[in-house]
Structure formats: structure tokens, C-alpha cells
């Protein structure tokens, strides 16, 4: 299930779109029950590869101080619901994973590009990462992340406010 609000790109400042997503868990999250709660999003390409196991396990491993923020952490990416349970089991992350196999959401934060991979172009997912306050207002974006350091930076800029 996933319902996305259409709407031009995020600006800082700009309110979360509004969305109802279920998670790997089966829970349903939307945009009006994480407003009380500074929110991470993060877009990676696939589960289980390198840089994606690398990402996921470094936030896992920092959860502790994520949870000192009061944060909600949600990764998404186009697998399915069954890719993020095998991947969230393997590796024992304590956050959720969303299924967008449509791109709705993926599209809505603007992370499909064009890449390139032995000479073969495709559309694929750059790994974003969106970090909205209490009220719901975006405070921070990352494109085209690099995975070393980038559970730090996320930590730092929550830290921030």
C-alpha cells in the first residue's frame, strides 16, 4: 500500500509530503502520525549490496544514538516487501524499510537519475537521505550520498537542532 501526495520538489523549510507507506513489518506509516518526531529518510538502490549492507549496518550500528534524538528512521528503496524482511532479518536493523516498487515516493523526492554501469545506461535510485523536524519541515538534504561517514552527518545535523 502506498499513497503519495503529488507535489513539486522539497525546498528546505517545505513540509513533508503527505504519504501512508507500510513497512517491511507490515506496519502502516504516515506523514500525520510522525509529525511529534524528527523524521530520517533515507532512498538507497537495492537491498543486500555493498554500499546499501554498508549504510543500513552503520545506521544500525549508531541506533542507540538515534534514539537519543527521538528519531524515526525509515529506509527506503523499489525492493519488495519480502527483499527488505530477508534484509532487514540478515542484518539486524531496528529500523523500518519501505517497499516503493512504483517510485511514487522515489519520484515525489526527486531520486531517480540516470546511471551508468559498464557502459549500460539505466533509471535507478541516488542515495538521498532527507531529514525532516518535529513539525514536519524538510531541515536538511543530501544527494548522491557517499556511505563512509554519512550515519555521522545525519547524527550531526539532528544534533543541530
Same mark, same amino acid.
Do not use: W
Given at each position: 500500500?502506498?499513497?503519495?501526495?503529488?507535489?513539486?520538489?522539497?525546498?528546505?523549510?517545505?513540509?513533508?509530503?503527505?504519504?501512508?507507506?507500510?513497512?517491511?513489518?507490515?506496519?502502516?506509516?504516515?506523514?500525520?502520525?510522525?509529525?511529534?518526531?524528527?523524521?530520517?529518510?533515507?532512498?538507497?538502490?537495492?537491498?543486500?549490496?555493498?554500499?546499501?549492507?554498508?549504510?543500513?549496518?552503520? !545506521?544500525? &550500528?549508531?541506533?542507540?544514538?538515534?534514539? =537519543? @534524538?527521538?528519531? #524515526?528512521?525509515?529506509?527506503? $528503496?523499489?525492493?519488495?516487501? %519480502?527483499?527488505?524482511?530477508?534484509?532487514?532479518?540478515?542484518?539486524?536493523?531496528?529500523?523500518?524499510? !519501505?517497499? &516503493?516498487?512504483?517510485?511514487?515516493?522515489? =519520484? @515525489?523526492?526527486? #531520486?531517480?537519475?540516470?546511471? $551508468?554501469?559498464?557502459?549500460? %545506461?539505466?533509471?535507478?535510485?541516488?542515495?538521498?537521505?532527507?531529514?525532516?523536524?518535529?513539525?514536519?519541515?524538510?531541515?536538511?538534504?543530501?544527494?548522491?550520498?557517499?556511505?563512509?561517514?554519512?550515519?555521522?552527518?545525519?547524527?550531526?545535523?539532528?544534533?543541530?537542532?
Amino acid at each position: 500500500m502506498l499513497r503519495v501526495a503529488a507535489m513539486p520538489l522539497l525546498a528546505a523549510g517545505d513540509a513533508a509530503p503527505e504519504f501512508s507507506l507500510q513497512t517491511d513489518s507490515g506496519e502502516v506509516v504516515s506523514s500525520a502520525t510522525l509529525t511529534a518526531k524528527p523524521i530520517v529518510l533515507f532512498f538507497y538502490p537495492k537491498d543486500d549490496t555493498p554500499g546499501c549492507t554498508t549504510e543500513g549496518c552503520d !545506521i544500525r &550500528d549508531r541506533y542507540a544514538e538515534f534514539e =537519543r @534524538t527521538d528519531t #524515526v528512521v525509515l529506509g527506503v $528503496s523499489r525492493d519488495s516487501i %519480502e527483499s527488505h524482511e530477508k534484509f532487514k532479518s540478515k542484518f539486524g536493523f531496528p529500523f523500518e524499510l !519501505i517497499s &516503493d516498487p512504483d517510485e511514487k515516493l522515489c =519520484r @515525489t523526492f526527486d #531520486v531517480i537519475r540516470k546511471k $551508468s554501469l559498464y557502459g549500460k %545506461e539505466y533509471m535507478g535510485v541516488d542515495r538521498s537521505t532527507f531529514i525532516f523536524d518535529k513539525q514536519g519541515k524538510l531541515r536538511k538534504e543530501f544527494r548522491s550520498v557517499k556511505v563512509d561517514g554519512h550515519a555521522e552527518e545525519i547524527l550531526s545535523t539532528l544534533n543541530s537542532f
